[in-house]
């Protein structure tokens, strides 16, 4: 299986602050790589997909990069909504792994 | 708006089998590969498996493959997953979710919880 190593895995910061996210796979992914946020209680939600797609309705304020086994997620001026857990997910090989995930609170 | 909805759940004994469904809505099922997440309390994402639009390929992940079978019946619009020798570690929030062209999940399902126990 790839393993999907996300961190970090909390992560505290100030409103209108840039945050990211990293997300190491355990060989190439070949940019088969999504994010999806998860509000307490909530379903999780697409954000990005193939590594910088922006999903439908999703603040422009949120973009994926990366390639081979490196991703990250970017967080431009964060928001109070965007208090949720973080997670990555790849689709390159079956098992579709998701990473551990990154919780992101306010300070 | 496209709408997923899980049913079935409930608490059931260890060793005993439960069946999942997932009633999908304002989309063309049939179109679409479909597949099923589940989260332990407290935990992270665990992809379980796939069925593509037909139901002649379906994957699952490896540790569940012999537990946990997926189907779908694309007449009722309806997901499936049928659970059996179920344990305590199979405790967790069971999620649907639909295919987007990238192979990321682009809807899911509200969850239904499992809980096995005696």
């Known amino acids: 299986d790839i393993q999907m190593t996300q961190s970090p895995a909390s992560l505290s910061a100030s409103l209108g602050e840039t945050v990211t996210i990293e997300c190491l796979a355990s060989?190439?992914?070949?940019?088969?790589l999504a994010w999806y946020q998860q509000k307490p209680g909530k379903s999780p939600q697409l954000l990005i997909y193939?590594?910088?797609s922006l999903n439908d309705g999703v603040p422009s304020r949120f973009s994926g990069s990366g390639s081979g086994t490196q991703y990250s997620l970017k967080i431009n001026s964060l928001q109070s909504e965007d208090v949720s857990i973080y997670f990555c997910?790849?689709?390159?090989?079956?098992?579709?792994?998701f990473g551990a995930g990154t919780k992101l609170e306010l300070k | 708006e496209v709408k997923l909805v899980e049913s079935g759940g409930g608490l059931v004994q260890p060793g005993r089998s439960l069946k999942l469904s997932c009633a999908a809505s304002?989309?063309?099922?049939?179109?679409?590969?479909m597949g099923w997440v589940r989260q332990a309390p407290g935990k992270g994402l665990e992809w379980i498996g796939e069925?593509?639009?037909?139901?002649?390929?379906?994957h699952y992940t490896p540790s569940l493959k012999d537990k946990f079978t997926i189907s779908r019946d694309n007449a009722q619009n309806t997901l499936y997953l049928q659970m059996s020798k179920l344990g305590s570690e199979d405790t967790a929030i069971y999620y649907c979710?639909?295919?987007?062209?990238?192979?990321?999940?682009?809807?899911w399902g509200q969850g239904v919880m499992v809980t096995v126990s005696s």
């Open positions: 979710a639909r295919y987007n062209t990238f192979l990321a999940f682009d809807y």
């Open positions: 304002e989309f063309n099922f049939n179109d679409y590969w």
């Open positions: 069925i593509n639009k037909d139901s002649s390929t379906k």
């Open positions: 060989e190439d992914i070949y940019s088969n």
């Open positions: 193939y590594t910088n």
């Open positions: 997910q790849q689709s390159y090989d079956i098992p579709y792994t």
